[in-house]
């Protein structure tokens, strides 16, 4: 009886123990691993939209002609919301035709709007990335 009680207890105890060290895994990583959202909203940025919205694309050249050089490149403006971004995807807006679920599913559109409007912090990130440094 004494050893079946011991082994009882030992099955509760490492049961206690795998719990905790999966309840502190848990809480060590972010819930949200935004950094790894915006880098991958970039990327499809650049596979889905770049073509017309990165230096020299026909989206970049009529939004520099409409609302300045300043405002022209997507990925440098800060006054983007997702909502915005989200809705012109999906209706289109000027010589910009709408995109589809189809051909671009929300769950793409989701992390691109990420990515758009990412927050300063990531900004300067990029910025020192292409320089070849830190920020």
Not at 19 to 38: L, Y
Not at 68 to 81: F, H, V
Not at 94 to 118: F, V
């Amino acid at each position: 009886m004494n050893a079946l009680l011991h082994g009882c207890m030992a099955k509760v105890v490492l049961i206690l123990v795998a719990g905790v060290c999966f309840v502190a895994t848990a809480m060590a990583r972010p819930r949200d691993d935004s950094t790894q959202k915006i880098e991958e909203g970039k990327r499809l940025f650049h596979a889905r939209c770049g073509y017309c919205h990165l230096a020299g694309g026909t989206g970049t050249i009529m939004l520099g002609r409409r609302l300045g050089k300043d405002r022209s490149l997507l990925e440098e403006r800060t006054d983007l919301n997702v909502e915005y971004i989200k809705k012109i995807t999906r209706v289109g807006i000027n010589g910009m035709p709408p995109h589809n679920r189809i051909e671009l599913p929300d769950s793409e559109l989701d992390l691109i709007a990420t990515y758009l409007t990412r927050p300063a912090s990531a900004r300067a990130a990029d910025t020192a990335a292409a320089k070849g440094g830190t920020p």
